[in-house]
């Protein structure tokens, strides 16, 4: 029989990334994501891990290079104002092609912000982190459940492909307690990573991790096997989940906490005769293009929700090659939608005319 | 199918997010889907603190208790801000030790128990949150000893284990009172 114990979002992160074979953390503590820190603190030590509270957010990001460089399962963790901190931190990882972890429990912003649960950065999580062409893998979890599931799938796919894995996830989400079944994870070992700086026993060349390219036509070149490797990838790992979409003429897109308040109103709306379900996106990037896609065939508007100004909905547009009208249903600056006012929405869109 | 939304509220201390806790960790035994949501942030600190807990047959959409079903209030504060929310047809326990009012709504169920008083009478001051939940439990037809004895020791954890049966007795006083 499974075995189920209630968690923290924050605290199931945490475990599974150690369940995943992370031995090294480092972070620098903010609300609402300090619970992934105190349980690194008291389990790493031991289980022969690293727990290191650095002395800043940028000291904590650079630390994670250097045990990404020597091929070992590392992460760090913030919330809005830090993981800004960490954008240079981000950029230099994806120069170096090294795999990593990085959560993000998003608080209101921008600047300082709040502490209440947002989804505001997600134009810096999956288009701009830090300077230069790169992208991480965004994962986007909307149960405590998925919080572990999601935080093992990260290490796996950012070992898969030599880079960063964010798990994108906000103050709710971090915060609130489900049932969670840690022995259902699927671990797998680690593959070789015969790039790392191991050292050499004299038995091969040295390996080298840097992200400074001096000469254009080599740097650009680095570029385009990147952007291969992304194009494969969003070729492959893309994922969503699909609710009541069979007949739906009304699509609501909502990832995280905006899905679950969302799924409340699809079908409180459903219990009114009205055609509508749900995308929720679980990959940010890769944005799950083909179910958008596949949607337009039924799906006469879309309704993207979320937790700030209007961000993933430029996404949906794309996906849905502005063929459709998109609108906004959304809170920001630490609020939540309830499902009452997407629900309104959902009813505006089933009565309304053209928008 | 059933789905019941709480709200427990009342001053930091007084052990709130432990009775929400254990309420989510009894319908996580019983094979319900649960959620556990605390208010977090500097309200917490000697101002009202709060948790939404939600007990469902069905997957739990929002964790977000803005309506709830049970609101369980152990200071004033906590009963101003709350009592209108609450849906019509639902109950309001509250600590009538220290809320000398009584509730206003007259389309709610209201059940007052002094929690606070008995709790210091019985030589457990601290517990007051327990007796609360005894009541909670046993007007809901949900206090039977051994569901509640798992759900302590889920809740309770290891290093005070001595603590169970101090826990169950201040629960059996508060669902006993009349």
């Known amino acids: 029989m499974e075995k189920k114990v209630l968690m923290k979002g924050n605290e199931a992160i945490a475990e599974a990334a150690i369940r995943a074979g992370c031995r090294h953390y480092f972070g620098y503590p903010i609300t609402p ?3 992934i820190a105190a349980y690194m603190a008291k389990r790493m030590p031991k289980i022969g891990g690293t727990f290191l509270q650095a002395e800043s957010e940028i000291a904590a990001i650079n ?6 460089s020597a091929g070992l399962r590392v992460m760090t963790s913030s919330s809005s104002p830090g993981v800004s901190l960490k954008g240079e931190g981000l950029s230099y990882l994806a120069g170096a092609d090294l795999p990593a972890l990085v959560v993000n429990v998003q608080r209101g912003g921008p600047g300082l912000g709040g502490i209440q649960p947002s989804q505001s950065d997600y134009f810096q999580a999956t288009r701009g982190a830090g300077h230069g062409d790169f992208h991480m893998i965004v994962l986007a979890p909307a149960s405590v459940q998925e919080m572990a599931e999601l935080t093992v799938k990260a290490f796996d796919l950012a070992d898969k492909y030599r880079m960063t894995s964010m798990l994108l996830a906000d103050g709710t989400m971090g915060q609130m307690m489900e049932p969670v079944a840690l022995d259902d994870l699927k671990i797998s070992p680690m593959p070789e990573k015969p790039w790392a700086t191991t050292g050499t026993k004299m038995e091969r060349k040295r390996n080298i991790i840097n992200s400074l390219s001096l000469v254009p036509e080599e740097l650009e070149q680095f570029n385009f096997a990147r952007y291969e490797k992304y194009a494969e990838i969003e070729r492959t790992e893309a994922a969503a989940e699909e609710y009541r979409m069979e007949d739906a003429e009304i699509c609501v897109a909502a990832f995280g906490i905006a899905s679950r308040v969302s799924r409340n109103a699809v079908d409180a709306a459903r219990e009114l005769g009205i055609k509508v379900g749900m995308i929720r996106p679980i990959t940010l990037w890769p944005f799950p293009a083909e179910p958008f896609k596949r949607s337009l065939s039924t799906v006469k508007k879309y309704i993207s929700v979320e937790l700030n100004m209007g961000q993933m909905i430029e996404d949906v547009r794309l996906a849905t090659e502005c063929r459709r009208p998109v609108t906004l249903c959304n809170r920001a600056g630490g609020m939540i939608p309830t499902p009452e006012q997407v629900l309104e929405a959902i009813k505006a869109a089933a009565n309304g005319g053209e928008q | 199918m059933s789905t019941t939304k709480y709200l427990f509220s009342g001053f930091g201390g007084q052990g709130i997010l432990f009775i929400g806790k254990f309420v989510a960790y009894k319908g996580m035994i019983e094979d319900k889907q649960v959620s556990w949501l605390p208010s977090y942030g500097p309200e917490m600190r000697g101002g009202t603190a709060s948790c939404s807990v939600i007990v469902s047959d ?7 208790v803005s309506n709830p079903d049970v609101l369980v209030a152990m200071n004033l504060p906590s009963l101003d801000r709350f009592e209108n929310s609450v849906v019509a047809g639902g109950t309001i326990f509250y600590d009538s030790s220290l809320i000398e009012r009584k509730v206003a709504r007259g389309d709610v169920k209201a059940v ?3 929690a606070t008083r008995l709790a210091s009478e019985n030589g457990f001051p601290t517990l007051a ?5 005894g009541k909670i439990l046993s007007d809901r037809g949900e206090f039977t ?3 509640i004895r798992a759900a302590l020791g889920k809740v309770i954890s290891a290093r005070h284990a001595d603590m169970l049966e101090v826990n169950l007795r201040a629960m059996q006083l508060g669902a006993n009172y009349q």
């Open chain 2, 129 to 133: 949150n327990m007796i609360l939940l």
């Open chain 1, 63 to 68: 630390m994670v290079y250097g045990v990404a």
């Open chain 2, 145 to 147: 000893d051994e569901g």
């Open chain 2, 58 to 64: 069905n997957q739990v959409g929002s964790p977000i």
């Open chain 1, 33 to 35: 994501q300090t619970e």
């Open chain 2, 112 to 114: 007052g128990i002094p």
